[in-house]
Every structure is written in structure tokens, then in C-alpha cells.
């Protein structure tokens, strides 16, 4: 009797112990599945909306980008093209902007990627107009020779160039004598000046202005009429 007893508590246990075991297996195997789902779930299709400013000086257009419904945790990575060539980026970033753009007509590629999983989103076309308005030129008007003494005056017009302007004297070298936005120079002696005119783009064309000597010849005075003095 005490050997059946002995024997039928040993197999009682090992049914326990399978029983637990079994439970723990499909747990744990519950639990991968949930943790497998999770890492290999769909990620969600999001969208890229694109927009820009244009190119009002040399190369200063920009482009911006957002995005709608990306998956949390994701990381987003973006492509920009210039349509003119498809084939080559011009850039990959993870920033939302682009500067020192030229005009054209661009698109963006985004890739989200979650783990082993990642899918992407195209925008749609977006040009960046040319609004560059390049100096190109420069011209003075004389305003006045020098007459009585460092009086001469010149002003400068200009075409094309994006203000405000600055306007400069220079020397032979180059070198800053005077800079103003005023585009009258005066208080000037007779001689040649060279002169610089930058515009907010930071374009420069040069030139130059005489000014000549041409005194007023004044040299007597006459007086017609009576002259008394009183001394009184």
C-alpha cells in the first residue's frame, strides 16, 4: 500500500509539472507572437507636402517639407530631386528644409523605417521662380565740377540690383574711403573717383567720375550808386 501511495504521488507530480510547463510554454509562446506582430506590423502610409520660396538673388531659393501620419517611432529620411534629372539626388537629409536653391522645379522622396520594415512617400512638384533682378550696370550724372573749393558732386543710377544699395568710394587699391546709401557724392575736389555700388545680393559693379577745377573767375567788384559816410 505505502509503494502504490509512494507511486501515485510521484505521477500526480509529474502531471503538475507537465501541466505548468505546458502553461508556460504557450505563454511565452503567446508572448512572442504579440512582440512578432508588433515588429513586423504594416507601417501606416503617410503623405510629404511640399513648398518653397523663390530665387531672388543667385542661388538663395529654399525649399520646406512636412509629413502627415507617420508612424510613432519612425525615422524619416528625405531625397530631394531636381525634375530636370531624376536619376541624381541632390541632396539626403533629415531636415525638413533645403536652402541656396537655384530656380527649378523639385520634388521630394521621403523613407520612413521602422526596424526591418520602411515605405516612402513622393511629394508632388514644387518650381522655384527666378526673381533675381542682377545688377548689371552702373552710370553717374555729373552734378557739379569743384568751384570754390572741395563743392563738387556727382550721383550714381543704377540698373537692375535688388536694394537697398550701398554706394562707395574706393581707391587705387580698392580699399573702403567712404560707404553710404545715399547715391550722392559731394563735398568732393576736383580728380577721379572710382566708385562701387553692392546690392542686397551682394553683387558690386565699378566705376568712375571726373570732376573738374572750374573756379568762377570772380575777381572785382563794381558799385554803381552813391557811397556817403557818416562818421557821427
Same mark, same amino acid.
Given at each position: 500500500?505505502?509503494?502504490?501511495?509512494?507511486?501515485?504521488?510521484?505521477?500526480?507530480?509529474?502531471?503538475?509539472?507537465?501541466?505548468?510547463?505546458?502553461?508556460?510554454?504557450?505563454?511565452?509562446?503567446?508572448?512572442?507572437?504579440?512582440?512578432?506582430?508588433?515588429?513586423?506590423?504594416?507601417?501606416?502610409?503617410?503623405?510629404?507636402?511640399?513648398?518653397?520660396?523663390?530665387?531672388?538673388?543667385?542661388?538663395?531659393?529654399?525649399?520646406?517639407?512636412?509629413?502627415?501620419?507617420?508612424?510613432?517611432?519612425?525615422?524619416?529620411?528625405?531625397?530631394?530631386?531636381?525634375?530636370?534629372?531624376?536619376?541624381?539626388?541632390?541632396?539626403?537629409? +533629415? &531636415?525638413?528644409?533645403?536652402? %541656396? $536653391?537655384?530656380? #527649378? @522645379? /523639385? *520634388?521630394?522622396?521621403?523613407?520612413?523605417?521602422? !526596424?526591418?520594415?520602411?515605405?516612402?512617400?513622393?511629394?508632388?512638384?514644387?518650381?522655384?521662380?527666378?526673381?533675381?533682378?542682377?545688377?548689371?550696370?552702373?552710370?553717374?550724372?555729373?552734378?557739379?565740377?569743384?568751384?570754390?573749393?572741395?563743392?563738387?558732386?556727382?550721383?550714381?543710377?543704377?540698373?537692375?540690383?535688388?536694394?537697398?544699395?550701398?554706394?562707395?568710394?574706393?581707391?587705387?587699391?580698392?580699399?573702403?574711403?567712404?560707404?553710404? +546709401? &545715399?547715391?550722392?557724392?559731394? %563735398? $568732393?575736389?576736383? #580728380? @577721379? /573717383? *572710382?566708385?562701387?555700388?553692392?546690392?542686397?545680393? !551682394?553683387?558690386?559693379?565699378?566705376?568712375?567720375?571726373?570732376?573738374?577745377?572750374?573756379?568762377?573767375?570772380?575777381?572785382?567788384?563794381?558799385?554803381?550808386?552813391?557811397?556817403?559816410?557818416?562818421?557821427?
Amino acid at each position: 500500500m505505502a509503494a502504490f501511495c509512494s507511486y501515485f504521488s510521484m505521477h500526480t507530480n509529474k502531471k503538475l509539472m507537465i501541466n505548468s510547463v505546458n502553461k508556460i510554454f504557450k505563454f511565452t509562446w503567446f508572448i512572442l507572437l504579440l512582440l512578432s506582430a508588433g515588429l513586423h506590423a504594416q507601417l501606416a502610409n503617410f503623405t510629404i507636402t511640399l513648398t518653397g520660396t523663390p530665387e531672388t538673388c543667385p542661388n538663395n531659393g529654399s525649399l520646406t517639407w512636412t509629413t502627415a501620419n507617420t508612424t510613432a517611432n519612425s525615422t524619416v529620411i528625405y531625397t530631394i530631386y531636381n525634375t530636370a534629372n531624376l536619376s541624381q539626388a541632390i541632396n539626403t537629409t +533629415s &531636415s525638413t528644409t533645403l536652402t %541656396g $536653391l537655384p530656380k #527649378g @522645379t /523639385y *520634388k521630394v522622396v521621403a523613407t520612413q523605417t521602422l !526596424g526591418t520594415q520602411s515605405n516612402q512617400a513622393t511629394s508632388g512638384n514644387y518650381s522655384i521662380a527666378n526673381q533675381k533682378n542682377i545688377l548689371t550696370a552702373v552710370s553717374t550724372t555729373l552734378i557739379s565740377d569743384e568751384i570754390c573749393g572741395s563743392d563738387g558732386s556727382f550721383n550714381i543710377s543704377t540698373t537692375g540690383g535688388k536694394s537697398p544699395f550701398q554706394y562707395q568710394l574706393l581707391d587705387a587699391s580698392n580699399n573702403v574711403l567712404l560707404a553710404q +546709401s &545715399s547715391n550722392i557724392f559731394s %563735398g $568732393l575736389a576736383a #580728380g @577721379t /573717383y *572710382k566708385y562701387r555700388v553692392i546690392d542686397a545680393c !551682394g553683387i558690386g559693379v565699378v566705376g568712375s567720375q571726373s570732376i573738374a577745377y572750374n573756379p568762377s573767375n570772380f575777381t572785382n567788384v563794381n558799385l554803381i550808386g552813391n557811397y556817403t559816410s557818416d562818421c557821427s
